[in-house]
């Protein structure tokens, strides 16, 4: 999510469902499936606009590698 402040999401963890899994990436824009295949979800983009995103769908969190995600603002 963009803003959690402006939308009011945020992902209700628990503990043994929700996965904790943080995936580090070099750039600002992800791609997110749940990685299950069929048993995923729909594929969905998100931008990191700080350091990290959260999936509304899966709860997997995406966080930017140090020094990456300078896009030049494309």
Known sequence: MRDPQLTG???NLT???TPEEVIP?????VRCD???GALGH???FLRIERQQVTCP??????RLKEG???DHHH
């Open 57 to 62: 769908y899966c709860s997997r969190t995406y």
């Open 25 to 29: 990436v070099e750039t600002r824009a």
């Open 42 to 44: 729909p594929a969905i």
């Open 15 to 17: 503990p043994g469902v």
């Open 68 to 70: 990456a995600g300078d």
């Open 34 to 36: 749940g990685g299950g």
């Open 9 to 11: 999401y945020g992902p």
